[in-house]
């Protein structure tokens, strides 16, 4: 209970010192001039940028076509774990069944026991 209030007594002093320190640099940085890019930068960027137009990898990729693989994949897993499933169901009825038949052996022969000692 005491490592809880502390905690929560430091997280509190955190916050109120964040927001002393945030409150006290606004002004300055609201002061601050703003820096434009160079026009050597502004060619470089603008390079870059027409080199990434052309080579657009994402270009002839279509979001559909994606949906139908996953969609697929999605379907073949579900179709694996039903045929999964319905193995150990199968599996678990034939044992079913056979303890069935074992206790049915079981009371007959009980039957004719308690009889032949009558």
């Known amino acids: 209970m005491s490592y809880e209030i502390i905690a929560?007594?430091?997280?509190?002093?955190s916050l109120i010192g964040i927001g002393v320190i945030v409150f006290r640099k606004i002004p300055v940085l609201v002061e601050l001039p703003e820096i434009l890019p160079q026009k050597e930068e502004r060619k470089l960027f603008l390079k870059l940028k027409e080199k990434i137009k052309i080579l657009n990898p994402l270009k002839s990729f279509?979001?559909?076509?994606?949906?139908?693989?996953i969609l697929s994949k999605i379907r073949i897993l579900s179709l694996k774990s039903e045929n999964k499933i319905g193995g150990w169901l199968q599996k678990l009825r034939?044992?079913?069944?056979k303890k069935k038949i074992e206790e049915n052996d079981n009371y007959w022969e009980e039957i004719k026991k308690s009889t032949k000692e009558k």
């Open 62 to 69: 279509s979001y559909e076509i994606f949906l139908q693989q």
């Open 8 to 13: 929560l007594i430091i997280f509190f002093g």
């Open 94 to 97: 034939e044992r079913t069944q």
